[in-house]
Nanobody, 127 residues
Framework: QVRLVESGGGLVQAGGSLRLSCAAS????????MAWFRQAPEKEREFVAA????????SYADSVKGRFTISRDNAKNTVYLQMNSLKPEDTAVYYC????????????????????WGQGTQVTVSS
């Protein structure tokens, strides 16, 4: 079983950047397909970005495409979400998720496909 801990959230002005980290422990992160989701107050959790086990395939929500990048560092057992050109509508709690027992190329965009979750990190973008 893998444990996920997010960090890197905070308050940033519109147009700024943040890099979120998701540190995995207990298992090797490369054994999982990984993703980031976010949830704003009174809204459902929504997909942001996903990365296959092979890191050869990614998927992004239309709202973040071209601004956010998901990546993985095997040596640090960590997944990242680089967020550029942030907008107030990006304000949310961001969650890291891991999906087990998948092939090297699978990506999934719905929360119920993921088996493990971190506790979340708050991102607030001011206008």
């Amino acid at each position: 079983q893998v444990r996920l801990v997010e960090s890197g959230g905070g308050l940033v002005q519109a147009g700024g950047s943040l890099r979120l980290s998701c540190a995995a422990s207990g298992r090797t992160v490369s054994d999982y397909a990984m993703a980031w989701f976010r949830q704003a107050p009174e809204k459902e959790r929504e997909f942001v970005a996903a990365l296959s086990r092979s890191v050869g395939r990614t998927s992004y929500a239309d709202s973040v495409k071209g601004r956010f990048t998901i990546s993985r560092d095997n040596a640090k057992n960590t997944v990242y979400l680089q967020m550029n050109s942030l907008k107030p509508e990006d304000t949310a709690v961001y969650y890291c998720a891991a999906r087990a027992n998948v092939d090297l190329w699978s990506v999934a965009t719905t929360p119920n496909r993921y088996d493990y979750w971190g506790q979340g990190t708050q991102v607030t973008v001011s206008s």
